[in-house]
């Protein structure tokens, strides 16, 4: 028996909850979102998402602060928490995701390596993020980014009757 992809696990739970999601991605170009809609009646959970690739895009469609980006850069915490938040409130979302990184192959630093990603969510009772390191290529990046942000959605989803993610 083959497990259910995660995608699918996540529309189950959202479903059973009745909540709503949202993404904001950057690295992963809309890959959470295509895979969140890729399950029969998504629609009654996906409200939408925003690629926002260039950080003009993150200030003007996300609301991230032109300073979050000067000092910490695209590829942060804060940024990734902010886009999440940012697609939250335009999408008046139960919960927002949110991926940004560098994909590869180029475009890494000493302090910031291609592969590295953040992953971001935000809810009403929560905000978390992760920081990962993948050592792929930049299609495969790209696929445990996204990845890991269902991963993330369905943890505080199988948590939420029991609130365990409350800070």
């Known amino acids: 028996m083959t497990e259910e992809p995660l995608e699918a696990q996540v529309g189950r739970l959202l479903l059973r909850h009745r909540l709503t999601v949202a993404t904001a991605e950057s690295c992963t ?11 029969p009646g998504s629609s009654e959970y996906v409200l939408g998402g925003i690629i926002a690739y260039s950080n003009k895009a993150k200030i003007s469609l996300l609301g991230v602060h032109p300073e979050t980006l000067e000092q ?5 915490e804060l940024t990734a928490l902010a886009m999440a938040h940012g697609a939250r409130e335009r999408f008046g979302a139960d919960i927002a995701v949110s991926v940004t990184g560098i994909a590869g192959p180029t475009g890494g630093t000493p302090d910031k390596p291609v592969g590295l990603v953040f992953v971001g969510l935000v809810a009403a ?10 050592a792929a290529d930049r299609l495969g990046n790209k696929q445990l980014s996204a990845e890991a942000a269902l991963r ?8 939420y ?5 409350l800070a």
Request: net charge positive; with cysteine; hydrophobic share 40%.
């Open 152 to 159: 993330l959605l369905l943890d505080y989803l199988q948590g």
């Open 125 to 134: 009772d929560v905000q978390r993020c992760e920081r990962h390191v993948w």
């Open 29 to 39: 170009g809309g890959l959470v979102g295509h895979l969140l809609t890729n399950v």
């Open 161 to 165: 009757g029991g609130k365990r993610w």
């Open 72 to 76: 910490h850069g695209a590829v942060s």
